[in-house]
């Protein structure tokens, strides 16, 4: 069982950027696809980025494509969400999630994971 912990959100103004972090323990890290979702209020949550388990293969949600970059430190046990340019639609708790899944396509739906982390709020100001 992976133990998922995420870092670096805050509040940021329209057009900046914030790097989030999710720090795992327990398990294999190099075993699991990692995700990022995000959920607004009032809405359900949604897919970000997911990456495969030794970062070959990533994911993207239109959304934020071009925008944001997933990557991961399996030597660090570590999942990065680089969000650039960021807007107001933004604005949510982001996620960390994994999962032992291979097919990246599947990787897009929350159902698919196993485990979460306790999310951090990004602010995204006009």
């Known amino acids: 069982q992976v133990h998922l912990v995420e870092s670096g959100g805050g509040l940021v103004q329209d057009g900046g950027s914030l790097r989030l972090s999710c720090a795992a323990s327990g398990g294999t890290f190099n075993q699991y696809a990692l995700g990022w979702f995000r959920q607004a209020p009032g809405k359900e949550r949604e897919f970000v980025a997911a990456i495969s388990r030794i970062g070959a293969y990533t994911r993207y949600a239109d959304s934020v494509k071009g925008r944001f970059t997933i990557s991961r430190d399996n030597a660090k046990n570590s999942l990065y969400l680089q969000m650039d340019s960021l807007k107001t639609e933004d604005t949510a708790v982001y996620y960390c999630?994994?999962?032992?899944?291979?097919?990246?396509?599947?990787?897009?739906?929350?159902?698919?994971?196993?485990?979460w982390g306790q999310g951090t709020q990004v602010t995204v100001s006009s």
């Open positions: 999630a994994a999962d032992e899944a291979l097919n990246m396509v599947l990787l897009m739906t929350s159902s698919e994971y196993k485990y």
